[in-house]
């Protein structure tokens, strides 16, 4: 880590330095930017408890069992997975992060609540490590974006790619079970350009940026900008 932060510009440097010192998500979000881990997409750790009621209500009432086995993509510092056991009570609960910081923060949450019997985290940036069709609930809630297209460049290269993104996705894809839920939100690309959308059917999609005043843009397979309003992301369930 010292290293690392030796080859950044002074300025850059001293500014990371404070972010490490402040711990918190300061701190995780520097570690991502000093990292740079391969398959990284949203560097920023922000999260917060009690996100996504609506989506999780909806998947709640799509799913066919009330004791789901669930795969949150992106845990970040596992409010979310705390918040996926409110909705779950029974739930088996699995949490995914490509960040250290984030990952060693998540575990203690989830100790703290007394869960770790139920609740899982991995350090991992896909899903291929995760059992084939292992789940009935997958989620990737503001991964797959960077805050760095927010004012929607007319092309991303250079910060994210079409090619990782469905290459992410498709490994998300191989967990979920027949009949189970995929939900994708906030992501810079459309999941309906993805080879593996012909795998699924729509249950509540074109869902709208959380905060219109910032709409999420996004790009087509060719990492070029198109329109806002044909934004796919929602919940998908996988067809037999």
Known sequence: MKRALRRLPGWHSLSLARQLVAGGEPRQNAVARILRPDNLFQPQGTTAYGRYADELAAAKDALATSTP???SFGCSSGEE??????HF??????GLDINPVAVRAARRRVHRAGEDATISVARAGDASGEPAEAYDLVLALAVF???SLNDAPPRCDGVLDFASFEAT???????????GILVLRHANFRFGDCAVAVDYEPVL???PSANESTVTPVYDRSNELVDAASRDDGLYRKRG
């Open 69 to 71: 086995d669930i795969l």
């Open 81 to 86: 997975l705390l918040t996926l056991r409110s």
């Open 89 to 94: 009570p029974t739930a088996r609960i699995r």
């Open 145 to 147: 974006r960077h805050a």
């Open 169 to 179: 996705v498709a490994s998300l894809s191989a967990c979920v079970r027949t009949g």
């Open 205 to 207: 999609v074109g869902l």
